[in-house]
């Protein structure tokens, strides 16, 4: 087996028996038109994210959705980026990505080595990852695509990529593929102080049952990396859970369709679980775990 089918595989095995739409959504009743109007409502969102922080979808922007999926964000991204592109390590997901997206120049779908962004240095002004590093077990490949998301992305561009959030392992997967690893606050320090670039944000989205957070960066040219790693050489920054924000992200998009009733329920009747960023060092028993893991097993019981 290749390194690519490893990577593939691991994430696709859970997927397979599912249809894409339920697949990415958790959600087996899902219905098209409901996942149109989520994946609309979510590109706006992100869309008002970056707005806030100063990147407008002005018709020269050039976005990258990685792990793009079926272009759930790529669709509604491309009627207001000038250009979209998706990339994504399955084939087949995105034969269907071209289906669901249709005709339009302005977008393309790149399959990828699941490690690697293929662009230049310097080439988007907007790297999106939404959904699928929190999938990831392998923190090596999360760490890569840290790095490859800030070198094709223009100074000044912004990186938004979610996590998750889960008390699980360095290796992900407490009996799910589908659990990312554990990403510690000091591998975010570490990517802080080394690169130089600076952290916009870093938000919780408190209503997803399969927890999350979102960090914003925007990459700094060379000359003020540069001044900003010499800087933090004697003052590290040290983040941690108190510098991420809760959102409700998902709350106000989705509600009123009538498919997420199920998921709703959960997110109403579920006990609300504090963010983790996980500083404290991995525990050693798995049965020694938080609450958080008997309710994440409940989670993909389906209890
Ligand atoms: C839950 S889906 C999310 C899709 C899309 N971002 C969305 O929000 O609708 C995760 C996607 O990540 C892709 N993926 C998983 N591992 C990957 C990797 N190592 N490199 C690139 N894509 C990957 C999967 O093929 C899948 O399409």
Not at 27 to 42: A, Q, S, W
Not at 53 to 68: E, F, K, M, P, Q
Request: with cysteine; aromatic share 8%; proline share 5%.
């Amino acid at each position: 087996m290749t390194e690519k089918e490893i990577l593939n595989s691991k994430y696709w095995e859970d997927l397979r028996s599912k249809s894409a739409l339920a697949g990415i959504t958790l959600d087996e009743d899902i219905n098209p038109r409901d996942f149109e109007t989520y994946g609309n409502r979510l590109a706006e969102r992100q869309l008002s994210i970056i707005e806030d922080h100063g990147l407008t979808a002005t018709s020269s922007s050039r976005i990258l959705d990685l792990g793009c999926g079926i272009g759930r964000i790529s669709r509604p991204f491309s009627d207001r980026f000038s250009e979209v592109v998706g990339v994504d390590i399955n084939a087949e997901i995105l034969a269907v990505a071209k289906e669901y997206i249709g005709e339009k120049n302005n977008v393309s779908l790149i399959e990828n080595d699941g490690r690697t962004i293929p662009f230049q240095d310097n080439h988007f002004d907007y790297v999106y990852c939404g959904g699928v590093l929190q999938h990831i077990p392998d923190i090596d490949v999360i760490a890569g695509y840290f790095s490859e998301g800030l070198r094709v992305l223009k100074p000044n561009g912004i990186l938004n990529f979610s996590i998750q959030t889960w008390m699980t392992s360095r290796v992900g997967g407490i009996s799910s593929p589908r659990i990312g690893a554990m990403v510690l606050a000091k591998d975010i320090d570490t990517l802080l102080n080394e690169t130089g670039h600076k952290l916009i944000a870093i938000y919780d989205d408190v209503e997803d049952p399969v927890p999350h957070f979102n960090i914003v960066l925007s990459k700094r040219d060379p000359v003020a990396a540069q001044k900003s790693i010499t800087s933090r050489a004697s003052d590290p920054v040290r983040i941690s859970s108190n510098d991420v924000t809760p959102r409700k992200l998902r709350t106000g998009i989705f509600e009123d369709l009538p498919s997420y009733t199920q998921l709703s329920l959960l997110w109403v009747n579920g006990r609300k679980r504090p963010i983790t960023f996980f500083t404290a060092p991995e525990p050693k028993s798995p049965g020694k775990l938080s609450k958080n893991i008997k309710r994440i097993k409940r989670f993909l019981r389906g209890d």
